[in-house]
């Protein structure tokens, strides 16, 4: 159940005939030639403060606009509707946003397609939006999953339904899909916080801060008793005691990671200029005395250049810091990173029925069914033809001279150490990186565990589970399943086990008794 405060609705269809009410406040705009077409509106709780702002109604635009006092200032907040018919040039979207003033979220129907905020497509118009955006500085607020989801079977949704804001910092919005409806047009919910939210970051056990010192001397504690692996679940006891071992030590070695909140630190400077001013304007406040007015605007306009070139510096410190090499943790391409870029998009499937896989859960499912129709067993029915074969197959002497006699902890540590530290980890997010950090006691806890695997010819389910990746294949239609190709993540252990991994360091011994 969402609690909603402010509603904005595009294509109402009203007329100065029609009478529709909602618990609270509802304010609406009809099309010019008061025909039931277009329109927007908005549903806004009565207990919010807010007033009215002039409707701005146009043959091309149809917008109500509110205007909401928030915990900064007043912000316009604007439901519009663009007709799909018009042409809109970049001046006309320039004059609508410059009435909203200097702090607004509009969001509606802009019928405007183009891939930096989500859409399959770059239209004329889109280009024209676009460019206006980019010109007076604003912000695209989307969640880059299709709003508009056509009836007609031979059209594919797409993004039309979004939200443009100015004066409102990106890490404060928060923008999120909605299926609970069943129209053509999904909602999306805007979130407006009062301080900076945290985006949903990468689960990973380590960064650049990891201790490794204190990591080896964690596992090392850990490995130091030998283990018994005389039978299949004691072996499939010591992988989950490995695993939990490693991922203990990296947590505990990994320092939390630390706020983006800004340094609210002031200069003594600055917070001197501060206390004359507040001195004055209570002076000011007191008496009314002209001069002390007099005195209260120069004392602002000092702070204010005081404050301008203070933040001009820091941003000038900043940018001559940036660097590309791994001494500054590539600053630089972290930098560009944050700037204005499209948004994520996360397509439908369409699922064999024709229908659309909208959430994850939804889209996982579909890709679940496709990959169980695609990838089958080899069929085995207890014939004696198969049953041969497989006989054949296991006393194959090419077969038994591969099979390997034990292997070395040296044989292990050359093998990991090789490997590839940047390679992506599996379910259990232990990376290449960490088993490169294992102290002896690890290596040789992991060398009798290969050997007990070889010797009992079992191998734990623990590392028979995969994460799939799904990933798009050049040229090819997003909304299909046969577009994606899967990519399967192991854990990192039992490529170790495989003869035709490696050549001259394989981790079989050639060596006969």
């Not at 109402?12 to 618990?23: D, I, N, Q, R, Y």
């Not at 702090?103 to 183009?114: L, S, T, V």
């Not at 609210?264 to 001013?277: A, G, L, M, N, R």
Request: net charge positive; proline share 7%; aromatic share 10%.
């Amino acid at each position: 159940m969402h609690r909603i405060d402010v509603l904005l609705i595009s294509e109402t269809h009203f007329t100065s005939k029609s009478h529709f009410s909602l618990p609270g406040y509802m304010y609406h705009t009809d099309h010019p030639d008061n025909k039931a077409h277009g329109g927007s509106a908005v549903f806004i709780r009565s207990n919010i403060r807010h007033h009215v702002l002039q409707h701005y109604c146009k043959n091309y635009i149809q917008a109500t606009n509110v205007v909401v006092t928030d915990w900064i200032s007043d912000i316009t907040i604007s439901a519009l509707y663009c007709p799909p018919r018009f042409t809109i040039k970049e001046s006309e979207f320039s004059n609508f946003f410059q009435s909203l003033g200097g702090r607004f979220i509009a969001g509606g129907d802009y019928n405007a397609k183009h891939m930096f905020w989500g859409s399959r497509l770059v239209l004329p118009r889109r280009r024209e939006l676009l460019k206006c955006i980019q010109i007076r500085n604003m912000n695209m607020v989307s969640s880059g999953q299709p709003t508009y989801w056509p009836t007609d079977k031979r059209k594919i949704p797409d993004v039309v339904d979004f939200c443009v804001s100015k004066g409102i910092a990106k890490n404060v919005i928060l923008c999120q899909s909605c299926w609970d409806l069943s129209s053509d047009h999904s909602p999306i919910i805007v979130e407006l916080h009062t301080i900076p939210q945290e985006r949903a970051r990468k689960c990973v056990l380590h960064n650049n801060r990891t201790n490794w010192s204190l990591f080896r001397e964690l596992t090392d504690k850990a490995f130091q008793e030998p283990v018994s692996l005389k039978s299949e679940d004691e072996i499939t006891e010591a992988v989950l005691y490995f695993n939990k071992s490693v991922q203990d030590a990296v947590w505990s070695s990994t320092p939390p990671p630390q706020s983006r909140n800004l340094d609210t630190h002031v200069p003594k400077h600055i917070f001197d200029k501060i206390i004359k001013k507040r001195r004055i304007r209570k002076r000011w406040q007191t008496t009314r005395d002209p001069v002390a007015k007099k005195q209260l605007n120069h004392a602002n306009r000092q702070l204010k250049h005081v404050l301008e070139k203070d933040c001009n510096d820091g941003f000038h410190n900043y940018l001559t810091g940036l660097d590309t090499t791994a001494s500054s943790d590539y600053s630089l391409w972290k930098a560009t990173r944050r700037l204005k870029r499209p948004v994520n998009v996360s397509p439908p499937i369409r699922k064999p029925e024709g229908t659309w896989a909208r959430t994850d859960q939804e889209k996982a499912r579909t890709f679940s069914e496709h990959l169980s129709n695609v990838f089958t067993p080899h069929p085995y029915d207890g014939s004696p033809e198969d049953a041969a074969e497989i006989t054949n197959h296991s006393n194959n002497p090419k077969d038994t001279q591969e099979m390997p006699l034990k292997f070395t902890k040296t044989e292990v540590a050359r093998i990991i150490r090789k490997s590839d530290p940047k390679k992506a980890p599996g379910y259990d997010l232990i990376t290449n990186r960490i088993l490169q950090e294992l102290p002896e006691s690890g290596i040789t806890f992991l060398t009798s565990l290969f050997n007990a695997m070889t010797r009992l010819q079992f191998f734990p389910l623990e590392w028979k589970v995969a994460q799939i990746v799904m990933l798009l294949k050049p040229e090819r239609q997003p909304e299909e399943t046969k577009s994606y190709r899967p990519i399967v993540c192991f854990p990192s252990y039992p490529k170790y086990m495989n003869p035709y991994c490696y050549n001259e360091s394989c981790l079989y011994s050639k060596r006969r008794s």
